[in-house]
């Protein structure tokens, strides 16, 4: 059992910058990944970020080069450092724990990007 709690989201101008925390707890393997996913409002929840423990990370084509995602030096904490943010940047982003048979999820944290 692992429990991914999110925190970090918020109303932000566009332009502007957040940075979304997630911790992981419980049975965590010395080797796995974590990861972001988000969903846009009346949209499918898509993939953001991922981040192995080895450090090797991935990226959506579209966001790369705006967000940024690192682990903290306790390594059950990753983050998402998302820069120059948009309105469709707005969603709910949720932390992911990927397992066998099914992923762990955080319950999201909400990003309004907004004037």
């Known amino acids: 059992q692992v429990r991914l709690v999110e925190s970090g989201g918020g109303l932000v101008q566009p332009g502007g910058s957040l940075r979304l925390s997630c911790t992981a707890s419980?049975?965590?393997?010395?080797?796995?990944?974590m990861g972001w996913y988000r969903q846009p409002p009346g949209n499918k929840r898509e993939f953001v970020a991922s981040?192995?423990?080895?450090?090797?990370?991935r990226y959506a084509d579209s966001l790369q080069g705006r967000f940024t995602i690192s682990r903290g030096n306790a390594k059950n904490t990753i983050y998402l450092q998302m820069n120059d943010l948009q309105s469709e940047d707005t969603a709910v982003y949720f932390c992911n724990f990927p397992w066998d048979p099914e992923p762990y999820w955080g319950k999201g944290t909400l990003v309004t990007v907004s004037q």
């Open positions: 981040i192995h423990s080895g450090g090797r990370t």
């Open positions: 419980g049975s965590i393997p010395s080797v796995y990944y």
